[in-house]
């Protein structure tokens, strides 16, 4: 199951380029620069069912997830959000712009490249690096927290809507030891 629920998450932060990429198919069928044959009709329907997936796969991880729910009491904070965000959009620009999905060849390369930096962003646990996450108001913090029940003192990376306080409880649930959304304010 964790597995599954990494490979939506992964799914998650390309939406906005499957999004840019089926507007593109769209736009160009609508002036007649596309016909609506089979791979494109086949591109359409993996792009929508790319983006449910990774909607979905979004709302799982964060609202509907079984993940160890701790208190903790921040100690020190950092937004890390823009560090990582910059590097994954020039992919978007890279298959949104580059890439003809229209062609048999560029359609396949889509996909072998999809894998590719799936298994690299699922293998080396890269779930903070969500534009979709970024686009929809969370950020990403690199945080020093004090587990309110155990006493120990850790490091960890957390995403929060909005801006997180110090010395603020918060309800905190952990995917893996790196990385973690917070539930809600204590």
Do not use: W
């Amino acid at each position: 199951m964790k597995v599954i629920k990494d490979i939506f998450l992964y799914l998650s932060a390309f939406v906005p380029m499957y999004f840019l990429i089926l507007t593109r198919l769209i736009i160009d069928i609508i002036n007649d620069n596309l016909t609506f044959n089979v791979l494109n009709t086949l591109n359409i329907i993996l792009l929508i069912i790319l983006i449910v997936l990774g909607i979905v796969g979004l709302i799982i991880n964060i609202y509907h997830c079984k993940d160890t729910t701790k208190e903790i009491i921040i100690l020190r904070k950092e937004n890390i959000t823009d560090r990582h965000f910059l590097g994954y959009f020039s992919l978007f620009v890279l298959f949104a712009l580059q890439l003809d999905v229209s062609y048999v060849c560029d359609f396949v390369l889509f996909i072998i490249i999809l894998i590719f930096i799936g298994i690299v962003y699922i293998n080396n646990c890269l779930f903070y690096i969500n534009p979709l996450l970024n686009i929809l108001g969370y950020n990403f913090y690199d945080i020093e927290y004090l587990e309110v029940e155990s006493k120990k003192q850790s490091q960890g990376k957390i995403f929060f809507k909005g801006e997180i306080n110090i010395n603020q409880n918060y309800l905190v649930k952990f995917k893996n030891n790196n990385i973690a959304f917070i539930d809600k304010k204590k």
